[in-house]
């Protein structure tokens, strides 16, 4: 009994060692993908940039982020001018293409989370805005993004939960995260059930803290 | 060395070719995800029906399953039950004074673990609908001396299919890529198939871009088919 006792303890040690890294992941990610985002619906609001970001999204939300990882990590960087070029530091690091394929599949997400909510903001404020001769900046500033912002919080906040259980898929391109640090554990031990259980709560704990946290800001904004 | 081989002859059905190899595990994805939904949609009516029943443990444990099966990620699910359930199958059996049977089939553990995900989801899409339905009109089905099936098929369903589908669809599409997850168990659906390509012919950009293509062309095709029985639905809940 003390046995198994002493292994979970040392079991849940390596596993909090190994959350900053699932940390680091999913923070960055979330910002690069939220920025991103940004940037392809402004993209949309053009002529040019509407089929590039429709492309963009289509591409992101209709393939799997599995194999968006290994295109990245193990695709793009096979080829020549990755392979032979200034960007190889880059792509050498498992964590960088876990990184960029986050970030690049959530923002497609994102951006259609974003966009809903444009698309709710009522075009008869946007219309007063413009009568009461504010410039298009001020319009943006004091009408729509606090309307948007309000209107994409809930869904923004699914896609932020989606997104820290997704960088468990970085342990696949052999980055050592909480999922990464269970599999090396059940490798050595072949306790399979305990080591994953523990895993699993660590994934619970971050995305009920995330989902508490959100619905407070909700609370807060609805005032 | 495939090296230098065209992609032609690389893409195509001949004895070189991997044709073959990723339309049929294009086919198993699709069997992956098939099977996921169908024990998605048993296992979620069902977490609805406790989530609504007057027992409140009953009520509780449905509850629960749905915050933690949504809150872990899909690929400890799959690991857990691919590398889990021979062991568990093996304690089942001790219990009955058997011998281990072994690991189940891959194609069976893959769909029990992205359906036992998206019966979560699916729960959350049941209840949201039923709520469609005013209480009244259910007693006023029972008043009418309806049953429990022709209340089901009469009023619920024309009123909530549409509320429901669409949901259901963006569900369908999470099971189609979160089947890709399987391919750790080593069943050969398109994923595995083109990560085994990738490997033996060393041109992993190729056969990862014809992999991403493949999954489009499926999920936009779904897309267009779940289009068009919403618009059926909208039809029969017409009138309004």
């Known amino acids: 009994m003390s046995e198994e006792l002493a292994f979970l303890a040392a079991t849940a040690l390596a596993i909090v060692r190994a959350l900053p890294i699932t940390l680091v992941l999913s923070l960055s990610s979330a910002i690069g993908a939220s920025m991103l985002a940004a940037v392809l619906v402004a993209a949309q609001q053009t002529r040019i940039g509407r089929p590039l970001a429709h492309v963009w999204i289509f591409v992101f939300r209709g393939t799997p982020l599995l194999l968006q990882m290994f295109m990245v990590y193990y695709g793009v960087a096979a080829l020549g001018p990755i392979r032979h070029g200034v960007l190889w530091p880059l792509f050498r690091d498992p964590l960088f293409c876990a990184w960029l394929a986050l970030t690049c599949c959530c923002s497609a997400y994102i951006a259609e989370v974003l966009r809903a909510a444009l698309a709710a903001v009522p075009t008869g404020q946007i219309e007063a805005a413009k009568a009461c001769g504010m410039g298009r900046g001020t319009r943006v500033r004091r009408v729509i993004m606090p309307q948007m912002l309000r209107l994409a ?52 704990a971050l995305t009920a803290g995330l989902t508490a946290l959100l619905r407070r800001i909700e609370r807060g904004l609805a005032q | 060395m495939s090296d230098d081989l065209p992609i032609a002859t690389l893409l195509g059905f001949g004895p070189d070719g991997w044709g073959w190899a990723l339309v049929s595990g294009a086919g198993l994805t699709l069997a992956v995800a098939l099977g996921a939904m169908a024990i998605g949609t048993l296992l979620g009516a069902l977490l609805t029906a406790a989530q609504a029943s007057r027992a409140v443990w009953l009520a509780r444990a449905a509850a629960a399953y749905g915050v933690i099966l949504r809150g872990v990620p899909e690929l400890l699910v799959v690991l857990l039950l691919y590398f889990g359930a021979p062991g568990m199958l093996a304690a089942g059996a001790a219990l009955f004074g058997l011998p281990p049977p072994g690991s189940p089939p891959a194609l069976l553990t893959g769909c029990l673990a992205i359906g036992l995900v998206s019966a979560a989801y699916q729960a959350e899409v049941f209840r949201g609908g039923m709520l469609a339905v005013p209480r009244g009109q259910i007693e006023a089905a029972m008043a009418a001396g309806m049953g429990p099936f022709a209340r089901f098929r009469r009023v619920i369903a024309p009123q909530v299919l549409h509320h429901v589908l669409p949901p259901l669809g963006n569900i369908w599409q999470f099971n189609l890529k979160d089947s890709a997850l399987v391919s750790i168990a080593g069943l050969a659906e398109l994923m595995r198939v083109s990560l085994v390509a990738a490997g033996s012919t060393r041109r992993p950009f190729l056969f990862f871009a014809t992999a991403m293509v493949l999954y489009l062309v499926m999920t936009s095709a779904s897309t267009a088919l779940f289009r068009l029985a919403e618009r059926r639905g909208q039809r029969w809940a017409g009138g309004r």
């Open chain 1, 153 to 204: 919080l809930p869904a923004y906040g699914n896609e932020l939960v989606m997104l820290i259980k997704s960088t468990s898929l970085a342990s696949t391109i052999t980055v050592v995260d909480v999922t990464g640090v269970a599999q090396l554990v059940i490798a050595h031990s072949y306790r399979t059930i305990e080591v994953f259980c523990l895993a699993a709560a660590v994934y619970l």
